[in-house]
């Protein structure tokens, strides 16, 4: 059973409770039991392509790196060496924030106080006594975010936060929303957007924040924008919209910003569901012939987990953003595995996946082929 996040439950349903890297950007299978999905699954958006897949060669290696059924939500540290998950390993072990190296060996724990990071997890924010707070982990300096508690986002490089203040509620709520932004010691605070229905999908490295909105009427759906941020409060915001669809979820930017993958559900088009990707800078946009789980590898490497439900172990592929070609980098009659409720996670690197295994709740480690 995963241990409970007790600081993180005063944070809004904006940001999802859990212990994530800015950037991250998570994307789990979808729940296709429920009535949403119904329409979504079409003969158009196959769970795998339809061409034979090669054996991958070399064959990835695959082994534990926990035992005892131990962990949920890993993660990894910046420099690909350790995998980061919340555990407690024993009744009189403190839950919170554990480690295993990338050989293995014993659990260490690292931190009782769960939060979100900034990239190279120098900082965390947390909430206390109602308030938002940044500490640095190197000085455990802190400081108040004027965020009125709501969870923040940190900017890739660790110097900006973002956050949402204005009516509560999903995306499909059209009330006006505010995007403020500050210095990561709380100074400088300033509203830089407001948008109906407004969140916020993360930060690109060049410095915009990648935000949704409603679409004003008599158009519905949502709208995914870039943000520049306008110098002072007298200059107006740039926008470029990068997608638009009925119901935008899953959205996960590469990491070095130039492609940025999503799932439209719920279009009355079928030609509209699915994943797709979009080039930030040129707005070029394809859909893939998978429907299922994703993370980037690197900056133009796509990986990702199609939807079976009749599936009694997963497969990996890579889709090539640039090229658009896919390739299986793992056979399950060769590489059995089955990830327990999308909860895996792609190393800074790319050589690596690690990811709780349904078969033993443990963390596994799948060492990928190629660079």
Not at 277 to 299: I, M, P
Request: aromatic share 8%; glycine share 8%.
């Amino acid at each position: 059973m995963a241990p409970s996040l007790p600081d993180l439950a005063a944070l809004p349903a904006t940001v999802e409770p859990g212990v994530t890297p800015a950037g991250a950007n998570p994307t789990s299978l979808p729940d296709l039991a429920a009535p949403e999905f119904a329409s979504t699954i079409q003969p158009s958006v196959q769970p795998e392509p339809t061409a034979a897949a090669p054996t991958p060669n070399p064959v990835p290696v695959l082994r534990p790196l926990t035992a005892g059924g131990c962990c949920a939500q890993p993660f990894w540290s910046p420099d690909s060496q350790q995998v980061l998950f919340i555990d407690r390993p024993s009744p009189d072990a403190p839950t919170g924030l554990w480690g295993v190296d990338l050989q293995g060996g014993v659990p260490q724990f690292v931190s009782d106080r769960l939060g979100i990071y900034s990239t190279d997890m120098q900082l965390r924010a947390f909430p206390e006594a109602g308030q938002t707070v940044v500490e640095r982990l190197s000085d455990g300096q802190r400081w108040i975010i004027p965020s009125g508690g709501r969870a923040i986002s940190f900017s890739n490089n660790g110097q900006l936060v973002a956050w949402i203040a204005g009516q509560a509620g999903s995306t499909s709520n059209a009330a006006p929303r505010q995007i403020w932004v500050s210095q990561v010691d709380g100074t400088q605070t300033r509203q830089v957007y407001e948008a109906a229905g407004g969140s916020l999908t993360g930060w690109l490295p060049d410095g915009r924040l990648m935000i949704s909105q409603r679409l004003p009427a008599p158009e519905t759906g949502q709208a995914l924008m870039a943000l520049t941020l306008p110098a002072d409060s007298n200059t107006p915001p740039i926008l470029a919209e990068l997608a638009r669809g009925e119901r935008i979820r899953g959205t996960s930017i590469s990491p070095d910003g130039r492609w940025l993958a999503y799932l439209v559900t719920l279009s009355a088009d079928p030609e509209q569901n699915g994943i797709w990707l979009v080039n930030t800078q040129s707005g070029e946009k394809r859909r893939l012939e998978f429907f299922g789980a994703y993370r980037w590898r690197d900056g133009s490497r796509l990986l990702v987990i199609p939807l079976d439900l009749g599936q009694t172990v997963h497969r990996l592929w890579q889709v090539d953003a640039e090229s658009d070609e896919a390739t299986a980098l793992t056979d399950p009659a060769i590489t059995p595995f089955k990830i327990a409720n999308g909860d895996w996670s792609v190393s800074p690197d790319g050589r690596h996946v690690a990811f709780v295994s349904a078969t033993d709740t443990n963390i596994w480690l799948l060492t990928l082929p190629g660079s």
